[in-house]
C-alpha cells in the first residue's frame, strides 16, 4: 500500500525536472524529450489518481496523452528535421529569428 | 368578436406603398409612381371604411394581436392592436384626410423632380401614423410617434437643398426630443410602477386609484410628463417653435403633418392617457393652461404675419391649444371632436392656401396677392367656407367644436371662466386674422402682376405661365371640395351632442354625468354659444373694416402701437430668446466644455495616451519576445508558479 | 503456495528455460549451417563432433577467448550497451511463453512457463520493441557510415513492420478473446468435424501471412536483412563488433528467431496440442514434444528462406511493409471483426 | 513496515528520478533519450503496480518502443552532437528556473500537507484490456475517432515537414520519369 502522495511527489518530480529540461537544454532534440518527460509525469498521477478514486477514466486519459504525444513527436521531429535542413543546428538558442 | 377584421392591414398598407415606391420608385414613371401611393394610401382608407362598417359598437375595445416582439420577465409589448371609438375616429381622420392629400399631392407635386421619394415618405408617415394610433400599447405607440416624427423630418427637410428646409426639419427634430424625452420618462414610470405599458393592463390598474389631491403625486407625474411629450409633438409653449419653421416643406405636408393629423397626435395621446390624466388634477391643470396660453399667444402672432403659411401655421398651434385646453378640463370629447372638425379645415386651409401659392407661381407673401376672388373661384370659395368654418360661425364645422369647447371650460367641474374668457378672445383674433388673410389674398388688387422673381424653382410648380394667376387641376381642387363639404357639415355630428355620445365608452360616464348637468344649464349655454358667435362676426367684421373698408387703417396701428406691433410681427422673439437662453449656450457649452473640454482633452488625450503609453510599453515589453525558445519557456515557467501560488492561496485562505 | 517456493520455482524454471533456450540457439546456428550447406550442395559443418554436433560449443569458446576489440571513436558506453541490450531483452521474451500444460509436483500446479502474465503478449511486443535499440543504437555508437546506416535501416524497418505485426495478431485476439497466450492456445484446442485440428492458421491465413512476413523483418532475416546486407553495408550494425559482443547480437537474433516461432505456433498452430494425447505414461511429455517439433518446423522454414529467396531492396521493402502488408493486416482486421461480429 | 508493494514502488521511483535527473545532467542527447527511455520503463512498473496493466504495457510498446525510437532515429539520421552551452536566455535562468522551484515546491508542500490521502492498492482497479477497450469504444468512442483523425494529420504533417522540397518543378519531373 502506498500513498497517493508519494505518486503525486514522484509525478511532480518528474514534471519538474521536464520543466528543468526545457529551461536548461539548448539541444531541441532534448528539450522535446522534456516535453514528453512532463508528459509522463503527468500520466503518473492520472494512473494514480485512477487507482485512488476508481475511475477507470483516469486510465483513458493516460491512451489520449499518449496518441496526442505521438502526433506531436512526430510532426516535431518533423519540424526539427526541417530546421535543421535550413539552419544547420539544432541549438535553440541560435534559432531564434521570429521575435520583433 | 367572431372574426378577425385583419385590422393589421391598415398600417401595412401604406407601409408596402412607400416600400414599393422608395425602392422601385427612382425608375418608374410618376403616373407608376402615383398609382402606387394613391393605391395603398387609398386601400388603407377603404379597408378602414370596411372596419367602421363591419365593426359595432359592442365589439369595441377590439383587440388584435399580430406578432410578439419583446418578452422580457413579465414585462411584455408585441405588436397588437386596439381599436375603440376614439382610435376608429383617428383612424377615419387619419387615413381619409391622408388620402385626399394624397390626391392632391399628386397635382401639386408633379413637376418636382423627387416626386417618387415625396410618395414614398408621405405613405411612410401614413403607415407610422397608423402603427401610432393603432397601437395597443405605449411602446408601439411610441415606435408610431418617432416615426412620424421620423417622416415629418424628412417631409420638412423634402427640399434638402434649401438651407432653411433643411435647418427647420432639423428644428422639428430636435425640439421633437426634448418632448420624446418627457415622453419617455412617462413610459420608464409607468414601467416600474405598473410593470407593463399595455393600455388595457395599465389603465386597469390605474382605474381604481383616486384622484390625486395633494398636487403632486405619481400619476401627476406621468400625466406632466406626457404631456411635456405632447407639447413637442403638437407644437404647444414651449416647444411650439418648430411648426411654424416646418412649413418649409411642400404644402400637402402642412397639411397633412402639420394640419390635420401628426400634430393631433398629442391630443391623441392624452385623450388616450385619460384615465391616468382624470385621476390627476395638477396634471389636468398643467393641460388646460398650457393650451390656453398657447391658444391665445399664438393667435396674437398670427394677427401680424403676412406670410400666408406662416398664419395658418399659428392659427394651427392655436387652435391645438384649443383643443388641449379641452382636454384640460377633462372635456376629452370636445377635443378630439376640435381635432376632426380642424382637421378638416385646417387641411383644407392649407390645401387651399397650397392651390393660391401654386396659382400666383410660389410667391407665399400676402401682401403680393389681392383680388385672386375671379381667378382662382374654386379655391376662394373652399377657402372662403374654412375660414368660416375656423372662425367657429353657424352651422360650419368649427362652430360646434369650439363651442363644445367653450362650454365645457366654462362649465367642465374643472374648468372655470377664466379659460372660456381667454378662448373668447382667442376666438375673436382668430376670426379677425382668418378673415384678414383672406381679404388680404382675394379682394382688393392684385399685387403680384409681376411676379416674375420667385426664387422658389425648387418647388418646382414654376412650369405654368406665370403673370395671370390660374386655377389649379381638378385633382387639386376635388380633395378641397370635399373637405369643403366636411367642413360645412362635418360638426353636425356633434349636433345634440352626438359625438360626445359615441365617445362616451372610451371616456366614461363623466361625460355623461356632465351632459345631465348640461340640460339645467341650458340658459347659460344658449347665451355663451351667442357670445362666441357674436365674437366671431366682430372679428370679421374688424377685419373687413381694416382690410377692405379703410386699407390704410393697419398701418396706423401699427405704428400707433410701435414696439408692441414689432414683437408681435417678431413673433414675441421667442426664437431669439430660445436661441439666446438655450441654443448659443448649448452650442458655446458643447465647443468649450463637450468639444475642446472633454472630447479634445479627456477623450482624445485619453486615448492617445493610452496609445503613446502601450506603444512605450510595448517598445520596453517587445524585448520579452526574444525569439529564444528557452525564454518564452522561462516566462511560462514564473507565470505558471504564480498561478499556482494564487489558486494555492484561494485553497488555503 | 508459500512465496518461497515459488520464487524457488521461479528461479530453476528460469534457469531450466535459459539453459535450453540457449542451447536451442546454438543448435539452431549449426541447423542452418547444415541445411543451407546441404541446399547449396555442400556439407556444412562435418569436423567437430559427429556431424559437426560440437560445432557451436567450439564456436563458443572461439567466441569467448577471442581478442574483445574495440575501435576507436566509438561511443564506449552505448558500444558496450548495445549488444547486452539486444541479447537480454530478446532473452526475456521468452519468459511469458507458455510449454505446455502445468504438471502437479508435491500437490502444487506448476506451469511449463516462468511467469504466466495475463498479457503476454502485449509484453512479448513491447520487450520486441525495446529490442530495437540494440541494433539502433550499436549502429549509432560504433561511429562507421557503414553501421549507422545499417542501425538507421534497422531501425526503421523494424518501427515500420512492428504494426503489421500487432495488427496481424489482433485477428487472433479478436477470436480468443484474451491476451493470455495460455488462453489463446486453449481456445485452439479440439477438432473441425474431428479431424481437422481446431487451429487459427485455418481460420486467419491471411493474418498468419502477415505475421510471419512481418516478423522476418522484425528478426532481420531474408529476405529482410537489410540491415546487415554484407554486400552493401560490409556487415551492418555490428560490422565493428567482435568475439563476445558480435556473438550477443548473434544469440540475439537467434533468440528472436526462437521467439518468433514459438508466437507462430502459439497464436496460430494450437501451441502444445497435438496427436497422441491417449497414452498415458507419455502425457507430461506429449505437449513439449509437440511444441518443439513445431519450432523446429518454423526454424527449419526460416532457413529454407534463407536458402532459397534473395533480398530484397530498401525501398521495395519499405514499399512492401508499407503498401501491400499494412493494408492487407488492416483489411484481415477489418474482416474478422465483421466476422466475429456476425 | 515495508511492504513489497511499497519496495517494487521505492525501487521503480529510484529508476524514475535517477533517469529524470540523469536526462538533465548528460549533454548528449543520445544519453538523454536513453535516460528518458529508463524513466518510461520504470513508469511502466509503477502502472503496473497501479494496477494499470494495460497502460503499462501500452506505455512501453508505444512511449518506449515507438516514439522514443523516432527520438534516437531522428537523433542518429542529424548527427547531434554533444550540446553547447550557449547563454542564450537570461530569462530562462533568472525567471524560469526559480519559478519553476517555487512552483514545484507549493505543489509537493500541498501534496505533503494532504498525506493522510488513502493508499492505493496494487491491483484496486481493472485495468486489463477489455474493461479498458469497451470504456474506449462507448464512452470515449468519439474522442477517440478524433484521436485518429489527429494521428492521420499527424503523419500527413510529419510527411509533408519531413521531406526535402523539389529543387525545380523540372527536376521532379525528371525524378518521376527515370
Redesign the interface.
Known sequence: ??????????S???????????????????????I??ML?GV??SF??F???W?A??G??F???V??????????G??????V??TRET??????????? | MTSSLNLWLIPTLPLAGAAINGIFGKKSSRTAVSTVGLFFSGAAFAWALSVVLRISAADMPYQEYIAHWIRSGSFSADFALYLDQLSLIMLMVVTGVGFLIHIYSVGYMWDDPSYYRFFAYLNLFMFFMLTLILANNYLLMFIGWEGVGLASYLLIGFWFTKDSAAAAGKKAFIVNRIGDFGFLIALFLIIQNYHSLNFTQVFDQVRPLAPETAGAGLLTAIGILLMVGACGKSAQIPLYVWLPDAMEGPTPVSALIHAATMVTAGVYMVSRSHVIFERAPSALMVVAVIGTLTALFAATIGIAQTDIKKVLAYSTVSQLGYMFMACGVGAFSAGVFHLMTHAFFKGLLFLAAGSVIHAVGGEQDMRKMGGLRSYIPWTFMTMGIATLAIAGIWPFAGFWSKDEILWKAYSSEHGSWVFWLIGVITAFITSFYMFRLLFMTFFGDYHGANVDEHGRGSHGHDGHGHGEPHESPMVMLVPLMILALLSLFGGLVGYHNGFEHFLEPVFGSGATAEAAGEAANSGTEWLLMGISVLVAFSGAGLAWLLYISKPYLPQKIADGLGSFYQAVVNKYYVDELYAKLFVKPLIDGSTTILWQGIDRKVIDDTVNNAADGARHVSDEV??M??????SY??WI?AGSAVVIAYMIWLGVR | MPIWLYILASVIKSAVLLFVLLTAVAYTVWLERKVVGHMQNRWGPTRVGPFGLLQPAADGIKFLFKEDLTPPHVYKPLYIAAPLIAVIFALTSIAVIPFGNSIMIGGYSIPFQVTDVNTGLLLILGVTSIGVYGVALAGWSSNNKYSLLGGLRASAQMVSYEISLGLSLVGVLILSGSFSLRDIVNSQAGHFWGFIPRWNIFIQPVGFFCYLMAAYAETNRIPFDLPEAETELVAGYHTEYSAMKFAMFFMAEYANMVTVACLATLLFFGGWHGPITNVKILQPIMPLFWFAAKIFAFLFLYIWVRGTLPRFRYDQLMAFGWKFLLPLSLVNLIATSIAVAW | ML?V??IL?LVF?AV??AG??N??AQTH?IN??LS?IA??AA?AG??L????E??AA??VI??AG???V??VF??M??N?GV???????RV??LF??PG??L??TL??WV??R??G?????AG????DPR??GQ??FH??LL?FEI?SV??L???M??????S?PPTSPAGALARKAD
Open positions: 500500500m502506498v500513498p497517493l502522495s508519494y505518486y503525486l511527489v514522484l511532480g518530480f518528474l514534471f519538474a525536472c521536464g520543466v528543468t529540461g526545457f529551461l536548461i537544454k539548448r539541444n531541441i532534440i532534448t528539450i522535446f524529450m522534456s514528453e518527460l509522463n500520466n503518473l494512473v494514480a485512477a487507482a485512488h476508481h477507470l477514466a486510465q483513458i493516460v491512451f489520449f499518449m496518441v496526442v504525444a505521438a502526433a506531436e513527436s512526430a510532426v521531429l518533423a519540424i526539427i528535421i526541417a535543421y535542413r539544432l541549438n535553440v538558442d541560435q534559432v531564434n529569428l521570429l521575435k520583433l | 517587445r524585448h519576445q526574444s525569439g529564444n525558445l528557452r519557456a522561462g515557467a | 511492504s508493494h511499497l514502488f521511483g524514475c528520478v529524470a535527473i536526462l538533465l542527447p538523454s533519450a528518458l524513466v518510461m513508469l509503477e502502472y503496480l497501479l494496477g494499470a494495460f497502460v501500452v506505455q508505444v512511449y515507438a516514439i522514443m523516432l527520438f531522428v537523433i539520421l542529424l547531434a550540446e553547447d552551452r550557449t547563454k542564450g536566455s530562462a535562468v524560469g528556473i519553476m522551484l512552483a514545484s505543489v509537493g501534496v505533503l494532504h498525506s490521502t488513502k493508499a492505493v492498492a484496486a482497479l481493472p485495468g474493461t479498458i470504456m474506449l464512452e470515449f474522442p484521436t489527429l494521428i494529420i499527424a503523419i504533417g510529419a510527411v509533408v515537414l519531413a526535402k
